[in-house]
Nanobody
Framework: QVQLVESGGGSVQAGGSLRLSCAAS????????MGWFRQAPGKEREGVAG????????YYADSVKGRFTISQDNAKNTLYLEMNSLKPEDTAMYYC?????????????????????????WGQGTQVTVSS
């Protein structure tokens, strides 16, 4: 079992920055991929960024490339999302996700880093609101 707890959300003006954190606990050595998703009111949850937990290979949605950076501190079992040049359309609940399905043969792999089916553990979310 893996538990994920997000923090760092808040309200910011357009053009501002925020850094989200996700603390992982439990059987974290099984995690092969972690990611960030977001869901705005009335919209489906969408993938924002993903990262393989050992090699640190990253994946980004086109809408956030060049503005958001995903990173991790494995010693602290913490995932980050640095968000710069925020826009009102970035307003959403942001969720941290982890995948442990890689198992023994794929301990460092994201098979669907920006899709819901690529993860089997989810946090409760943290709200980000960007005003114009």
């Amino acid at each position: 079992q893996v538990q994920l707890v997000e923090s760092g959300g808040g309200s910011v003006q357009a053009g501002g920055s925020l850094r989200l954190s996700c603390a992982a606990s439990g059987v974290t050595y099984n995690i092969n991929c972690m990611g960030w998703f977001r869901q705005a009111p009335g919209k489906e949850r969408e993938g924002v960024a993903g990262i393989t937990t050992r090699s640190g290979r990253t994946y980004y949605a086109d809408s956030v490339k060049g503005r958001f950076t995903i990173s991790q501190d494995n010693a602290k079992n913490t995932l980050y999302l640095e968000m710069n040049s925020l826009k009102p359309e970035d307003t959403a609940m942001y969720y941290c996700a982890a995948d442990t399905s890689g198992g023994f043969f794929r301990p460092d792999y994201c098979y669907a880093p920006l899709l819901l089916r690529g993860y089997n553990y989810w946090g409760q979310g943290t709200q980000v609101t960007v005003s114009s």
